[in-house]
């Protein structure tokens, strides 16, 4: 039996901002414990810095945030997830920097969340390849606008925009993270988080590979699950706020 090398994450927080780059960033893995999460009752609130409008060779850009802003919008509801929202930062080119933590610290003031939950800002994913750059810069931005959210003298323009301090965020959860140390067992919600995956067609298909939803997100959760003593798990490497 393989050893049991991730901690249960602590779950007991009611309220979630999940901060990601681009539509698709939450579901190749993230999405199916959010599934989990939602049907326990807890709110999970999706904030993406950009519509993904360059993530569909042959598309053009106008028609790809269209479409793309759609399948998101479709994928989150298969996991329970109401509210999406679009900071409508340029695709391909974010920039970490003020105003990209401006943003998120504003939407953790107005959304005051328990966790935010991101996916790997590292310069690597786990299985070696290197991270996109919007990625990194959305990642490092979420972590610190966590804290900047929770200090009224960093932004004090969002007090003039109504928007008071919440210093209530408690841990950024870090998915696909290479330095994972917690998991959660999601069961049978990898198959929501299959037909979450599954409403980014589109995008999936102008990847040009033969990508198959099921097999793809299904394998990682078992390796995952392998860690952590059961059949499906996603993984989290939690840094304290």
């Known amino acids: 039996m393989t050893e049991q090398t991730l901690q249960p994450l602590d779950e ?7 901060v990601v780059a681009h539509p698709d960033d939450l579901e ?5 414990a959010v599934s989990k999460w939602t049907s326990e009752g807890k709110r999970v609130v999706y904030l993406l810095a950009t519509r993904g409008e360059a993530g ?13 802003s759609q399948e998101e919008i479709d994928s989150a509801k298969v996991v329970g997830v109401d509210t999406v ?3 409508d930062h340029p695709d391909g080119v974010v920039e970490y920097g003020l105003p990209l933590r401006r943003d998120i ?13 991101t996916i790997n800002f590292g310069m690597r994913f786990p299985q070696g390849p290197a991270n996109q750059a919007d990625h990194r810069a959305v990642g490092l931005a979420a972590l610190d606008a966590s804290r900047d959210a929770g200090n009224r003298w960093i932004f ?10 919440w210093g209530g965020v408690k841990a950024l959860l870090v998915n696909a993270s290479p330095n994972a140390t917690h998991a959660v067992d999601v069961g049978d919600h990898i198959y929501k988080g299959v037909e979450s995956l599954e409403k980014h067609r589109a995008y999936i298909d102008g990847l040009g590979t033969d990508v198959d939803p099921e097999m793809f997100l299904t394998m ?8 952590f003593g059961c059949d499906y798990a996603v993984s989290f490497e939690v840094i304290g706020i």
Request: net charge negative; aromatic share 6%; hydrophobic share 45%.
């Open 12 to 18: 007991s927080w009611q309220t979630a901002l999940a």
């Open 28 to 32: 190749y893995g993230t999405a199916s």
């Open 56 to 68: 569909i060779d042959g598309m053009a850009p106008d028609e790809t945030v269209r479409v793309r």
């Open 85 to 87: 929202e679009f900071l």
């Open 105 to 117: 610290a504003r939407a953790i003031r107005v959304h005051k969340p328990d966790v935010v939950i």
């Open 156 to 165: 004090p323009e969002l007090l003039e925009e109504g928007h008071e301090p």
């Open 220 to 227: 990682i959760a078992n390796a995952v699950g392998a860690q």
